[in-house]
């Protein structure tokens, strides 16, 4: 393959593009009132909405994203958008709940190229700009996740849930037409079946102790993060009387802690990768407990917001830097055993959270992420010198 090098304006459509791409997995939060009275159905069983959409994520981060190491990245990614439209328009059609949880899950699962673009960039970027490329695709992810519930808040309110999905298709297809122009076109190492490319994921994940690590350290973090934003929509309705609109405008705050990804891309660069770790996480822990007081408080609920955000932000890139620095004939693989673990805790992290809703209402879900928050600091604490 021939030498190709990272531009910046490449950089930027990866990271717009990642943005877009992974917004389809969370417009349905702040919709999920608006889904429950369309379908007359209860708050808890609206809630396997997100749910099925994580979990379609994971599936599809686990037997789509190894195809990276195998496939034409470039023609890979554009089959993909083909999966990723025909999604959207069956949720936008949906006659049932039913029908809206399969169009959910299959949501998920095409809208993985994302994870396509951050090896990509890794592989792209010079060594000493590993971070700071991949800190600029995530700021974009980021952004594109808390962005979506903003924007999906407003077109629920103003237009029916049902719009956000046929909108969302239309920038897909606008978004793939940009891709056909400018995304390289990248070979592949691997020359072995796709039974033989599943099974060295396994290989992989016996032999990285540090991939193992991290997965669980960000599938911790992504539990508590999701907890909090399956249960805001209900909390700013049942404590504020806010709708959809409103729950979905802390999506523009959080932005403000997703630009912190760039910057800790940065750090990573430079600084100690645990202690960097530690500082993430005792962010989080410093959020939560702001949660824990913030029931009845617009303002606790917003510094609480910037800061779960600057700290998971930062404890993400610093994972993914870290895994990065080995095996890069199989990033995509690497990068899919982080992956499926940081979404399997997103759908551990939604479920949970909506029965701490259900059975405790706030206070049980600030305690809930506070919990899982402490278990990224010990097993972090305990397991460090294996992050090397």
Not at 150 to 155: E, F, K, L, P, Q
Not at 161 to 175: K, P
Request: glycine share 10%; with cysteine; net charge positive.
């Amino acid at each position: 393959m021939a030498e190709q090098k990272l531009s910046n304006s490449l950089l930027y459509v990866m990271a717009v593009g990642a943005g877009l791409v992974v917004a389809n997995n969370y417009y349905n939060q702040p919709l999920l009132n608006l889904m429950a009275k369309s379908f007359q159905v209860s708050e808890a069983a609206v809630s396997n909405i997100p749910l099925f959409t994580q979990l379609g994520y994971a599936f599809g981060l686990l037997f789509i994203i190894p195809l990276g190491d195998k496939f034409n990245r470039k023609k890979l990614i554009l089959f993909d958008f083909i999966a990723i439209i025909s999604s959207l328009l069956i949720a936008a059609i949906s006659p049932s709940l039913l029908v809206l949880t399969i169009a959910s899950f299959c949501i998920g699962f095409s809208s993985v190229v994302p994870q396509l673009f951050v090896p990509m960039a890794a592989q792209l970027a010079k060594p000493n700009d590993k971070g700071r490329a991949i800190g600029i695709v995530m700021s974009g992810l980021l952004i594109g996740i808390l962005g979506s519930r903003s924007i999906s808040g407003y077109v629920g309110e103003y237009l029916g849930w049902r719009s956000m999905y046929f909108i969302a298709s239309g920038i897909m297809l606008l978004y793939a037409l940009v891709l056909v122009f400018k995304l390289p076109s990248l070979t592949s190492d691997f020359k072995g079946s796709y039974a033989k490319l599943m099974q060295s994921l396994w290989k992989y994940f016996k032999a990285e102790p540090s991939v193992r690590l991290a997965a669980l350290r960000g599938g911790l973090g992504f539990a508590g993060f999701s907890a909090f934003w399956t249960t805001l929509v209900f909390l700013m309705e049942d404590n504020f009387n806010y709708g959809s609109g409103i729950a979905g405008m802390f999506g523009v705050l959080g932005i403000g802690g997703a630009l912190a990804a760039t910057w800790a891309g940065k750090l990573s660069d430079k600084m100690n990768k645990n202690r960097l770790i530690t500082i993430a996480t005792l962010v989080i822990v410093l959020a939560w407990g702001v949660f824990e007081f913030s029931g009845n408080s617009i303002i606790g609920l917003v510094i609480g917001v910037i800061f779960i955000d600057m700290g998971l932000q930062s404890l993400h890139i610093t994972n993914q830097n870290i895994i990065f620095s080995k095996n890069p004939e199989a990033r995509n693989r690497i990068n899919t055993i982080y992956m499926v673990g940081y979404f399997i805790g997103g759908a551990l992290g939604t479920t949970t959270g909506a029965y701490a809703w259900q059975w405790f209402q706030w206070s049980g879900v600030a305690s809930l992420g506070l919990i899982y928050t402490i278990l990224i600091l010990l097993v972090h604490l305990i397991f460090k010198q294996k992050t090397v």
